[in-house]
Structures are given as C-alpha cells and as structure tokens.
C-alpha cells in the first residue's frame, strides 16, 4: 500500500464528509447513533470472532495480561459501547448553540454560535471500545473522525468499523464520516498528524511515549495530557473520616487510570494525629508509601509495616506510579501545598480535604490544574462523572479544552452578527 496516497484519500473523504455532517440535523445525527447501536447487537456475533483473532495473536506476542484484558471484547462489552451511543443521542447538541447575544451602541446584535471543529484525528492503543465511544462523539458533535487504532486491535476496530460504515448509512449520512485505518503500518501516524490541510486536530490516546512522538512531530493542533500525577492535599481543618476515605478511593479504587491519585501531601499541625491511619490503611491495602522524611519518621513510629515505606527520592513528586505506590509529604500549611502542587503536578486533577471555607476557595483558585476538587476523590474527574456522556481523552492542556473532553471540546465558536441595515461611521 502507497501510505502517502491513502492518507490522502482518507483525508479528502473525510473533509468533504465533515461539511456534511456540520450541516446534519440533530435527528441525523442521533438516528446515525441509534443506527450504529443496532448494528453493534446484531453483529454481536461476527464481532466477538473478529476479537477472538485478535486476542489469539495477542497471546501468541506474548502481549502483557493488562493489554490482553483491554483488549477484550465480550457480551456485556458490546452491549456497552451501544448503550453507550445511546447515550450520546441522549444528550443535548452542542453545535449551533447561540450565546452573550449582546446589543453594541451601533444596534448590532454581537454573539456566539457553537460549531464542529471540522476533522479530528484519534489514534489509539489496544481498547476497541474507542472506536465506537471516538465515533459517537465526532459523529454528535458534528466532526468527521480519522481513527487509528492500535495493530493489536485490527479485527475488532474493523469489525466495529464496518458496523459504524452501515449504521451512518442507515441514516443517510457519508459513511466516509468515520473512517478506521485499515492498515497497522506505523508510517500512517506520521502521515496523520501532518496532514492540516485535512485534520484539525489530533487527540491521541495511549502511552506517554506516543503522546510525546505526536506532540512533538504534528503539524496540526494537539489535545493531550502526558501524565496523571494527582494531589491529595489534607489540610489542617480537614475532618479524619473524609480524609481516610477520599484518599482510599482516589488511590486504591483502581491503580492504573490518570485520575489516581499519585501524591499525598498533608499539613504538618495535623500530621502526627493523622497520617499514621492514613498511612495504615494504605498499607493494609498492599500500597507502598514513598515518604518524606518527616512522614517518614510519623509513619515508622506509629508501627505501619515496614515493608510497604520507602524514602522519597525527588523524583517521586512528579511521578504517575499507575501502581500501588504513592509520594507522601508533609507539607506546612497551604501556600506551600499549593505550591508543591503547581511544581510538581502534571496539571490533571487534584483535591483538598478540609472544612474552611477560605482555605478551601483559596485552592480552587489558586492551584493550576484542569480539575480542582474539594472533599472529593480525584477519580470523579472523567467525563462521565462530569455529565458528558462519554469523552474522548482529558486534556492537560491550557487552550481550548481542558479537562475531560465531550461534546462541547470537541467544538468550537465563531463570532456571529445580527443586524438591520447599520453601516460603520
């Protein structure tokens, strides 16, 4: 295969599709969705052979267990992702949307109208499930998507693929709206992401390896984050009970997602009385705490297991374990919690446990993340959680989207007029 050609065919398909769907209705558009979710069920068959190669050729590599697990596609799986279109019918359209309609001195009306980014590039490691949650969302916030997914994942994202291809024509819609690449040579992520007379952005969804290549070699704009290296900050006035449960939850609820909580930070007034049953139950649930000294020396003298601390190196406060492990540092007072956070934080999530008011507000705004939480596990930033529906990927970012991305990241908005004849003098 010519891979600079068939880039370029995809591409032009999808730009002309994306002029399409940006004029598609509300009804088109979630006719499609249910379309696409009918489709899945009565292919429930054809795609679970499809995984069931893929997952045979995934042991033969000698692939990870945790990559095999996500590559699994069952029953339940499958009727997921459609309940999961359904979903996105569900909710309300973004595109189109008029807002700050605002009369000037002139007598023009100034406003906003929200509108589809035009062609979006997802590339994607070995979770099939994307491939029907990226098409949805593109596909209701009125994008044409360009989706590459991982080479352990080619039976399954084309089966999917060609349930997304008949349930777009179900509807009427271009069925080059949603495109999967249909070869695993790597050369086509290279052609991708330099392609903007084509794509307008990229989103990619995987490793921080991949992330960094893509963000580093595009051509066209980038939604991303790198790393999930989450706060939890104890603050003085935090009250025990919350502050053992929300940082139980936000570590150990699951130890491989970006919203883990990665660092623990905990007011020096209050460590003595607190940390040690923070820092029990951590080690009861089998977490190595990688200490500062000063919590290092709270933790060795309230008798937590040995084996589950460690010495902190520098290293550890800006660092995504996505294992049982967490940094813990007893930091004096909130300034410089606030001020550990902004240094070492990936910017993704993070969250004080406290009961002042003041102190609670000072950190919503003070501290520099995408999502800043009070008296909440850090696992609630998701998309989902959010009231988005699904997302597509939670960008770190500081322009356009920033957080968990939905519908409205996946928009844009253009000034729009309104007037009745006025001329500028």
């Given amino acids: ?229 989450c706060h939890v900050y104890v603050h003085t006035a935090a009250d025990a009970d919350k502050a053992v449960a929300i940082v139980e939850n936000a570590k150990t609820q699951r130890y491989g997602t970006c919203n883990t909580a990665e660092s623990l930070l905990i007011d020096a007034a209050i460590a003595d009385a607190q940390l040690p049953r923070i820092g029990q139950m951590l080690a009861d649930k089998g977490v190595t705490l990688r200490a500062c000294a000063q919590s290092l020396a709270i933790l060795r003298a309230a008798g937590v297991d040995p084996r589950h601390l460690e010495a902190a190196q520098e290293s550890d406060w800006s660092e995504e374990y996505l294992a049982p492990i967490i940094a813990v540092r007893v930091v004096d007072g909130l300034d410089a919690a606030i001020e550990h956070i902004n240094r070492y934080s990936s910017g993704h999530t993070e969250s004080i446990v406290s009961e002042n008011y003041t102190a609670a507000m000072r950190f919503l705004r003070e501290v520099d993340s995408a999502s800043v939480m009070i008296n909440a596990s850090t696992r609630f930033a998701d998309g989902f959680e959010y009231g988005l529906g699904a997302e597509i990927g939670i960008s770190t970012d500081k322009i356009h989207a920033r957080g968990p991305v939905g519908l409205e990241g996946l928009t844009s908005q253009k000034w729009i007029v309104f007037g009745n004849g006025e001329v500028r003098r």
């Fill in 1 to 229: 295969m010519d891979i600079a050609s068939y880039m370029q065919t995809v591409g032009q398909q999808a730009r002309a599709a994306s002029r399409v769907l940006a004029a598609a209705t509300t009804d088109a558009k979630n006719q499609a969705l249910s379309a696409i979710a009918s489709r899945l069920r009565s292919s429930k068959d054809a795609l679970l052979s499809a995984n069931a190669a893929d997952l045979a050729q995934a042991r033969d590599d000698g692939l990870e267990p945790a990559l095999v697990d996500r590559l699994t596609l069952t029953e339940k799986g499958i009727e997921a992702m459609a309940q999961g279109l359904e979903q996105i019918a569900a909710l309300p359209d973004p595109v189109g949307e008029i807002t700050d309609v605002k009369r000037r001195p002139s007598g023009i009306q100034v406003g906003k109208m929200r509108v589809p980014l035009g062609v979006i590039g997802i590339i994607y490691e070995a979770r099939p499930n994307v491939t029907a949650d990226a098409a949805g969302l593109c596909l209701k916030s009125g994008n044409a998507a360009i989706l590459r997914g991982g080479k352990e994942a080619i039976h399954s994202n084309q089966a999917i693929a060609a349930c997304v291809r008949a349930g777009l024509g179900d509807a009427g819609l271009p069925d080059t709206a949603v495109q999967v690449i249909e070869t695993t040579d790597r050369a086509v992520v290279g052609q991708l992401i330099t392609l903007p007379e084509y794509v307008d952005v990229i989103v990619p969804r995987g490793g921080k390896g991949l992330i960094e290549r893509i963000s580093r070699e595009a051509r066209v704009p980038v939604i991303k984050h790198l790393d999930g290296n």
